[in-house]
């Protein structure tokens, strides 16, 4: 909790201390006087951690707004925007281009990793003619348009036609996501778990991984074989950007099971 606090107002005095040097660019005559900076400093202390780890009412939406998003943080969505709509029309040449352009020009947008993945996903995925990756694009745009259902139909029948595609882990971990979203718990860890194995060599295992350890936890069962599952994400992707998460989540974890 502390972590998340410092990191808040890390970046709030960052941001703070960026507007001068902004205003010196733009010829501002002013541009040398020092900012003001407001923290707003809460009414009350925060309760402390109580013993079940659970953090305090209205802390998580605290330091979302305490986090601002500054402006290299979203600099370059209406690109990212036009690459995903060509994504999900079919435009997969157009697409790559802008997703690359994207990825080069606006490197500290927080969509930076998506903008990779589908890069990854549209020079990976060209077999059959490109239908799995047609299949699997309209049934994010169905997904964006709230039809999971339509989405899964599609997958699904994506799957059973093109057994082997490329892009077959995707096609399940997208199902993984929306059996979660539906509180299909035990088929989202299935889905999930198929996506983790070994053999598929995919990707996408760490959040799988991740995903089914949360699922696990969210239909009630086993601590310990959640826990097994983030371990075994620890072990395999020691370097994997959700592994700090994981980390706190396998130590809490640990604490319940003692008590």
Known sequence: MRLGIRLALLALVAAA???????????????RAPAVIQVPIPSKALPPVNRDEK??????EMIRKLMARGP??????????????AFRAGSFDQALKLYADFAQRFTRNLRMNEALEKILMI?????????????????????????????????TAGLARYPGARLRWHFRYALAEIARDQGRHADAVTQALAVADTSAA????????????????????PPERA???????????????????????????RKRMQM
């Open 17 to 31: 201390l960026s507007q001068p040097a902004r205003a010196a660019e733009s010829g501002d005559p002013d541009s």
């Open 55 to 60: 953090l305090p009412d209205g802390y998580p």
């Open 72 to 85: 290299a943080d979203t600099l370059g969505d209406g690109v990212f925007a036009l690459a995903d709509q």
């Open 123 to 155: 020079r990976d995925g060209r077999d059959f003619d490109d239908e799995p990756l047609r299949i699997y694009a309209r049934a994010e745009s169905f997904r964006r348009a709230g039809h999971a259902d339509s989405a899964q139909a599609l997958l």
């Open 202 to 221: 995919s990707r996408l295992a760490p959040y799988a991984l991740k995903l089914a350890g949360d699922e696990t936890l969210a239909m009630g069962g």
């Open 227 to 253: 826990a097994a599952l983030y371990q075994e994400l620890l072990e395999r992707f020691p370097d994997s950007p959700l592994a700090t998460g994981v980390r706190s989540q396998v130590l809490l974890l």
